[in-house]
């Protein structure tokens, strides 16, 4: 059911409910309304609940913080240490999409990036969105954050946020010298020359390095090709992994806009 059902349910259908449950529902609509929300969860390390930056309708604008380490299928702890799943992202754009009372949105991205799985999806549900958008860059927006960023309608950053760092990497440590001098010599029995690429003390052999960089070249080449389709003044040579303060991210075609605050982003949206 629609929120729209759901409100004209509440007041004005008649009811087969307790009343005490019919209060309570009237005023988790009127949460809703007002802004207040609590949708993301996360705990400490000792289990005790975190409170977590919400997403909130704001005067008919509805802001998402996209702020931390980015993640697909994070549990609670991952978010109580600061991290933001791609999910909660899209569950909370599916949800503006469907309330009448918010007319746009905009991304509050504070982020060093993240994981590849799942960045590209939530990035291409931005880009679907059909109220407005726009990201609005306080802190960082590098790597993954700015494949988030660009997919929406505006760009805009305060003037000392970091943009950029497109690329993709993987990060391996060899350990096989380690393994030498401690006199151990590690045996690894696989099904075919990729399997078990990357286990402790097994240094990576030719065909599974050129495999490996196979890989990352190719989700390298959909972050560039999402970056240009979205913002086609962008130069490959300026994709190369550097990260550009925002006067410079600029000029070369990453931002629509240096900004003083988010109400200049606000009005943006009408």
């Not at 905009?106 to 969105?129: K, L």
């Amino acid at each position: 059911m629609k929120l729209p059902q759901i409100i004209s349910t509440l007041v004005e259908e008649p009811m087969v409910l307790n009343p005490t449950t019919h209060a309570s529902l009237l005023r988790l609509m009127d949460r809703h309304q007002s802004g207040e929300r609590a949708d993301r969860h996360g705990v400490d390390s000792c289990g005790d609940d975190v409170e977590l930056e919400q997403a909130t309708l704001i005067d008919g604008i509805m802001h998402i913080p996209v702020n931390g380490p980015i993640g697909r299928c994070l549990g609670s702890f991952e978010k109580g240490a600061g991290c933001v799943d791609v999910g909660d992202i899209t569950e909370e754009i599916d949800k503006a999409e469907e309330d009448p009372m918010c007319r746009g949105i905009v991304f509050h991205v504070d982020s060093p990036g993240g994981m590849y799985s799942g960045t590209p999806e939530c990035a291409n549900r931005i880009a679907q969105c059909e109220k407005p958008t726009a990201a609005f860059i306080p802190g960082a927006a590098c790597s993954g954050a700015y494949w988030l960023a660009c997919a929406c309608d505006f760009v805009c950053a305060t003037v000392s946020a970091d943009i950029a760092n497109i690329g993709v990497y993987c990060y391996l440590l060899d350990w096989s010298e380690s393994y030498k001098q401690a006199g151990v010599k590690p045996e690894l029995i696989t099904s075919g020359p990729y399997k078990g690429a990357g286990s402790p003390g097994i240094p990576l052999t030719k065909v599974q390095r050129d495999h490996l960089q196979e890989r990352v070249n190719e989700m390298a080449q959909q972050f560039y090709d999402h970056v240009q389709t979205n913002r086609p003044d962008v130069q490959m040579e300026d994709m190369q992994g550097q990260c550009w303060v925002a006067p410079t991210a600029l000029e070369k075609g990453f931002l629509d806009m240096i900004v003083n605050d988010v109400e200049e982003v606000v009005a943006l949206l009408g």
